[in-house]
């Protein structure tokens, strides 16, 4: 599976971003779409994922405030962030992993390049 992010790029505190992840290669059905993101000298922290199902589930740092969906007919994930603060600015990366979901990194099948993402006040 090959995932290409987009939608990056500079934002306002308070303003909404949409993120998108598109795949190529497989179908996305059996695969679990995973947001994680990563600041300067942290660790890649899990944000989002959404599985075949349609189970969402979000981490504690945008929990309220953003929305996952997917369109397998056209292999796509989008992540929409809502009242967006300054530590959200972080490098975005979406990954894919077979059947079942997890919050770690180390256990994902596939990755994306990462985009970034920059919150100003």
């Known amino acids: 599976v090959h995932l290409v992010e987009s939608g990056g790029g500079l934002v306002q505190a308070g303003g909404s971003l949409n993120l998108s992840c598109e795949a190529s290669?497989?179908?996305?059905?059996?695969?679990?779409i995973h947001w994680f993101r990563q600041a300067p000298g942290g660790e890649r922290e899990f944000v989002a994922l959404i599985t075949g199902f349609l189970a969402e589930y979000y981490g504690n740092s945008v929990k309220g405030r953003s929305t996952i969906y997917r369109d397998n007919a056209k292999n796509i994930v989008i992540l929409q962030i809502d009242k967006m603060v300054r530590s959200d600015t972080a490098l975005y990366f979406c990954?894919?992993?077979?059947?079942?979901?997890?919050?770690?990194?180390?256990?994902?099948?596939?990755w994306g390049q990462g985009m970034q993402v920059t919150v100003s006040e």
């Open positions: 290669g497989r179908a996305l059905e059996t695969y679990v």
């Open positions: 990954a894919a992993k077979e059947r079942d979901p997890s919050v770690k990194p180390e256990l994902q099948d596939f």
